[in-house]
């Protein structure tokens, strides 16, 4: 979703807005997966995991592989992922089709941060630089144009300003579009940024350990950069995520609350109008709330989602043909989303705190959606890879 779509969002008729606002959210009607691997539109899914339908299963582990972690100390914040082969995506009836086929995949290995970017390195990054992010500039309206559909209207100059979509949800039962109007529980909020996550009279004051959010991936590339680092590819995260388990369901296992254990910040409730709280985190948790999977990775699944370098297209893996072993694919040329062509988009993994049973599924390493390269949204940030060498140039 463009920033232009977050200002339709708040400006158009909801039809147009939903029309607009298919990849705004995590949850979103386009993320729903389908039992007949069809790509359902129809709202909520009908094959959502029940947190804690198994409370006797063990959580599976695997070990990584020590031997190849480089000599000397590690990056601060950061572990090594062993390079080798796993199983990308999977075959599983509910996952999304954008998810399919399951396939071999071959990376080598690299160092990735053990926690999403919190509030406190990001906030390192701008003192040093000098950086503002994109929520933080005015809206280009002919930059913005370019990314929505030919002879969408300018909205009004009061809504050109700074600003950032904000979940906000309904107070009581969901207004009239229910759950296929994204813009029931999305606010486009001026003045909204990663120094104020809600809006402009919020702060992150108190919030140093919590990932930043409303960060775009040109400020996630921008802050990589300058920490001598990069965004990880899709298939670099979806390994670190697995944890070494490979072809399980969750980043932990096949079971989504072993033992009754929440692994993971997501949504309890009926979203988005209820939320209760048996993780303990209605809306975004400390980095490090939940157990690290088996490489020592936190908050993979859950919390907020996480930019990769990929562009997106649903049918990614399907481009590559049957191919035995794809090996350190970096994704398409090109973006091409067919339900938004004229946004260009990266991937983005994992799920956020907004990922409900009732509604997606997305707190699977597996999931994938793409996001435009312009938004930021209170619920989307990212963490950092390293080459065990630097890149060439
Ligand atoms: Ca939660
Ligand atoms: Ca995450």
Known sequence: MTRSLRIQAASLAPLVALSLLGSVCGCGRDEA???SGGGSLGGP??????????????????????ESTPAGPA???????????????????DAHDSERPAHRVQVGGYWIDEAEVTNARFRKFVEATGYRT?????????????????????????????????????????????????????RWVLGADWKHPEGPDDSIDGKDDHPVVHVSFEDAEAY????GRRLPTEAEWE???????????????????????????????RFPEVVEDQDGYPRIAPVKSFPPNSYGLYDTIGNVWEWCSDWYRPDTYRLAGDSPLTVD?????????????????????????????????????????????????????????????????
Not at 77 to 93: C, K, L, Q, R, S
Not at 224 to 227: G, I, L, N, P
Not at 353 to 359: K, V
């Open 75 to 93: 990056p601060e914040g950061m572990v090594w992922i062993p390079g080798g082969e796993f199983t990308m995506g999977t075959n599983d009836a």
């Open 239 to 269: 390994r670190a995520s697995r944890g070494g388990v490979d072809g399980s369901k969750f980043a932990w296992g096949d079971v989504f609350a072993p033992e009754g254990k929440r692994m993971a910040n997501t949504w309890q409730g």
């Open 329 to 393: 694919p970096k994704g398409p040329e090109k973006s091409y989303d067919p339900d938004e062509p004229f946004q260009p988009k990266r991937v983005t993994r994992g799920g956020s705190f907004l990922c409900s049973g009732n509604y997606c599924s997305n707190y699977r390493p597996s999931a994938r959606r793409g996001t435009a390269t312009d938004s930021g949204m209170s619920h989307l940030g990212f963490r950092c890879v390293k080459d065990a060498r630097p890149p060439a140039d």
């Open 134 to 186: 994109t929520a933080e500039r005015p809206v280009d309206w002919e930059v913005m144009k370019l990314q929505l559909p030919p002879g969408t209207p300018k909205p009004p100059d009061e809504q050109l300003g700074a600003g950032s979509l904000v979940f906000t949800p309904p107070v009581g039962a969901l207004p009239p579009g229910g759950l296929d109007d994204l813009s029931n529980w999305w």
């Open 33 to 35: 997966p389908s039992p």
């Open 224 to 227: 990589a950069k300058w920490a």
């Open 45 to 66: 899914s009908s094959v959502a995991v029940e947190p804690g339908a198994d409370a006797t299963a063990p959580v599976a582990t695997v070990e990584p592989k020590p």
